[in-house]
């Protein structure tokens, strides 16, 4: 089940949704078709409620939008991205555990 505390966001929300947040954001980029997005689908729910109040989870499906991935130059999903303060501070690329993904939250959070 998907967490409430994850947020999904579209071309026309992505500025206030990712670039304008107050807390830092990790971005997911992912398909409704794509083995692995599904894959780390819970981990994301159980970091979203690891870090309440600290990050904010946002997701992104790149069939119903093209511009922001485009923009990114996003090639292979899932690809997840960390924003702080509007600005783009790490990009991975392929499934990771929620260890690694915590681990890349450490960083920047």
């Keep these: 089940m998907a967490s409430a505390l994850i947020k999904h966001t579209s ?4 500025e206030a949704d990712v670039l304008q947040s107050d807390k830092p954001v990790l971005l997911d980029f992912w398909a409704e078709w794509c ?3 599904r894959s780390i689908a819970p981990a994301l729910d159980e970091l979203a409620a690891a870090y309440e109040g600290k990050l904010q989870i946002v997701k992104m499906n790149i069939d119903e939008n093209t511009a922001t991935p485009a923009r990114f130059g996003i090639r292979g999903i899932p690809t997840l991205m960390v924003f ?9 690329v392929g499934a990771m555990t929620k ?10 959070v």
């Design 84 to 92: 702080k303060n509007g600005q783009l501070a790490a990009t991975k």
């Design 35 to 37: 083995g692995p997005c």
């Design 11 to 14: 071309d026309a929300s992505f």
């Design 99 to 108: 260890a690694q993904m915590a681990a890349l939250v450490d960083q920047h």
